[in-house]
């Protein structure tokens, strides 16, 4: 038979035991004397123990009420340390979220985010995981990552996603550089230059490989390159030009390099937030997505960023 535990009269208890006072009991329990007592009344009628001896000055413990006490002490300690731990789990205030992000989320939304979450919540813990979409995506199935700041390519009948902001691949190049001439560039147009590209696996380079697929492979492809800040420096170098994300742009090194969207609607892309489906978000989730939210709106009431469409 389940028994009917009550923590209100376990509580009161501990009080009275505690103060050495039935009135004392019931101003730490915050009600009256009365309804204090009818608590105690209430559980030794439970138990069928009397739990105290008292008159009208003292309240002295019984040998039962003594065993009760060491019996419920601690596990009412743990108790109640379980529930305000998961009351701050709940308001944020403690708790640990694990994000994968597209390296040029990583260099644009999430820094700034990380920083208001930190202000806001200092008891939160984020751990962020930079890759390329199709790791993020493996993340998420995996349950390596709660959620990630990714593009969706396809539709995933297993995740939700939230579009945040529409960003286009462009050609980096330096100053003087012939392709600059052009009113228009499209991906066929870079075939006859040298090529700095992301690696496989990024979004830029699929994109790339799916638009140039129908024409010869790029004979001029000297550097497949993990990090975007790399490929800059070697436009600087005069040693190609790159296809990079118009997002991280301005946070890169460029200096006098120049860039122009690729023309064409196969260089767009939707980065947004990206998560399972069956999977409910934590509360340390749902607070750094908001502060990515909120970047995303200061970023485009600026004009830094376009707002998917």
């Known amino acids: 038979m389940a028994l009917n535990i009550k923590y209100r009269p376990l509580k009161a208890f501990l009080y009275a035991v505690e103060t050495g006072s039935f009135t004392m009991g019931a101003n730490r329990l915050g009600v009256t004397q009365p309804s204090f007592t009818a608590l ?7 138990l069928d123990l009397k739990l105290f001896e008292r008159n009208t000055r003292t309240i002295t413990l019984t040998a039962a009420g003594a065993e009760l006490r060491d019996r419920i002490q ?6 109640e340390e379980a529930y305000r731990s998961m009351s701050d789990l709940a308001a944020a205030r403690r708790g640990l979220a694990v994000v994968g992000a597209l390296p040029s989320a990583s260099l644009t939304l999430v820094p700034p985010a990380l920083a ?8 939160l813990e984020a751990r962020v995981m930079e890759a390329y979409n199709e790791e993020l995506i493996n993340m998420l199935r995996t349950n390596q990552v709660e959620f990630a700041l990714a593009t969706r390519l396809d539709e995933m009948s297993d995740m939700t996603f939230e579009p945040l902001v529409d960003d286009t691949f462009c050609v980096v190049f330096p100053p003087g550089h012939p392709i600059s001439r052009l009113d228009a560039v499209t991906w066929k147009d870079l075939l006859d230059y040298e090529l700095v590209l992301l690696s496989p696996g990024s979004s ?6 799916k638009a140039v697929r129908a024409e010869s492979p790029p004979t001029l492809l000297h550097y497949d390159i993990t990090h975007m ?15 990079l994300p118009k997002l991280p742009l301005n946070t890169l090194p ?8 690729i023309n064409d609607a196969t260089a767009q892309r939707r980065i947004g937030l990206l998560y399972r489906r069956d999977r409910h978000l934590s509360p340390a ?24 469409s």
């Open 40 to 46: 105690i009344q209430d559980l030794e009628n439970v």
């Open 254 to 261: 460029m200096a006098t390099l120049q860039y122009k969207p």
């Open 285 to 308: 989730s749902r607070a750094f997505i908001q502060k990515v939210k909120e970047v995303v709106a200061a970023m485009q009431a600026g004009g830094g960023i376009s707002p998917p």
């Open 229 to 243: 800040t790399t490929a800059v420096v070697l436009v600087k170098q005069g040693l190609g030009i790159a296809v």
């Open 74 to 79: 601690r596990p009412i300690a743990d108790l």
């Open 116 to 123: 208001a979450l930190r202000n806001q919540y200092p008891g």
């Open 204 to 209: 830029a380079r699929s994109q790339f490989d």
